[in-house]
């Protein structure tokens, strides 16, 4: 219950996220931070989404990749954006609707293009 009025009180769209650094791994603080996720519901969602399958290191620690921040953010839209429940954004991520969805296109060229102006605002410097 808490959840909903956090997400009705912000606006949770995917569109105000902010861009991801080059780095290679994120540490589940970072991606929380990056999705606007609590971490619990991270691991939550690991359970739920066999696609999220981050690196495990010594003492159980999880390391994200970009394609996991990227799959995170579209789980996310699924869930808070387009109101599907649980079960039907696993359908929506594992059927054949995953295919044409460009929801993880328009997420990489958005920071692409993102990355690009922070280096055209360095070369004009």
């Known amino acids: 219950m808490l959840e909903v009025e956090n997400k009705s009180s912000s606006n949770s769209s995917s569109d105000e996220l ?23 519901v991270l691991r939550y969602w690991e359970q739920e989404f066999l696609q999220l399958k981050p690196v ?3 003492g159980n620690r999880r390391y994200y990749q970009r394609q996991d921040v990227l799959m995170i953010r579209q789980i996310r839209n699924l869930l808070y ?22 929801t993880q296109s328009r997420q990489i060229v958005k920071q692409m293009r993102s990355e690009l102006e922070e280096v055209l605002q360095i070369l004009r410097r």
């Open 56 to 58: 495990k290191r010594r």
């Open 18 to 40: 902010p861009p991801i650094p080059g780095k290679r791994y994120f540490t589940i603080g970072e991606v929380s931070g990056l999705c606007s996720v609590k971490a619990h």
């Open 81 to 102: 954006d387009q109101g599907f429940t649980i079960g039907g954004a696993r359908a929506q991520l594992s059927g054949e609707n995953a295919k044409d969805d460009s």
